[in-house]
């Protein structure tokens, strides 16, 4: 079996060589691997660990074999989260990660969606519900934002959209975004929610333009710089405000499966587009890293198996 691996010295840092053929567990499925994204995150990944270590998350494709006696059955097209492995031709996942796809729902599109569509979609529900509420976020256009956009739109709120520059705007409005911003100026605000995955000065920002008793969840760091905040950056403006740290794996992974069901109904009845920045063939992963990590793509950047 083909797989990419962590490579010192090679092309973005990985290399594709063979690999082990996975054989499941009692609780997991062996997916053939039709299509599979790479988050941002796995570019620190890629740089952290050792040689030989193989990353992909993200996945779709088609149920090879089950051991877990229940889920998806061979032959079913699925979409999951593995804990490693994904950009391989075939990788074991946790039928609990696991959901099948409607038949309106590509490969591609299906496999936007578990790292980020999970974490915009678990972000908003920390807000509580989100009808007729004054919603924030950040980095709007990136994977995780063009997803929070959508959901926070679809569960009744009023949405602003932040984005890096004018060139940004009209994708931001397209999402369905009631107003989009370049800058947090004094006048922005205040907000019930802000869902943040930029860090920096941008958090310290949006704390200052919080509603009384709102929240900021913050998911990422894309820029890595430290925020300065203060607590009267609270007691000011934000009486009752709250700052939440977000990680993925720490809010029930036991229900991603569920949750990745929700997501491609949704894609496949359209009340939510998977927006793809970067759509290549699977050789081409390395080149699709590299332009991941300079941002020369918006949305998602998605390698399908030819």
Known sequence: ????????????????RDRPEPTPAGNEVLIHVEAYAVNRGELRLIEDRSDGWPPGQ??????????AGEGPAPGARVVGVADEGGWSERV??????????????????AASLPVAG?????TLRTGGPLLGRRVLVTGATGGVGSFAVQLARAAGATVTALVSGPDRVDEAAGLGAHAVLTSLSDEAGPFDLVVDGIGGAVLSDAVRRLAPGGQVTAYGSAGRARSEIAFFDFAGAAPGGRLEGFFIYRTGEETFGADLRVLAEMVAEGRLEARIGLEADWSE?????????????????????S
């Open 1 to 16: 079996m083909r797989g990419w691996i962590t490579e010192p010295g090679a092309p973005s840092g990985i290399a594709l």
């Open 58 to 67: 993200d996945v779709a494709g088609t149920v090879v074999e089950s051991r």
């Open 92 to 109: 074991t996942v946790p039928v609990h990660r696991v959901a099948e796809l409607p038949e309106e729902v590509s490969f591609v599109q």
């Open 118 to 122: 999970l974490t915009a979609l678990r």
């Open 285 to 305: 992963t390395a080149a699709a890293v590299e332009a991941l990590r300079e941002r020369r793509s918006t949305g998602k950047v998605v390698l399908r198996r």
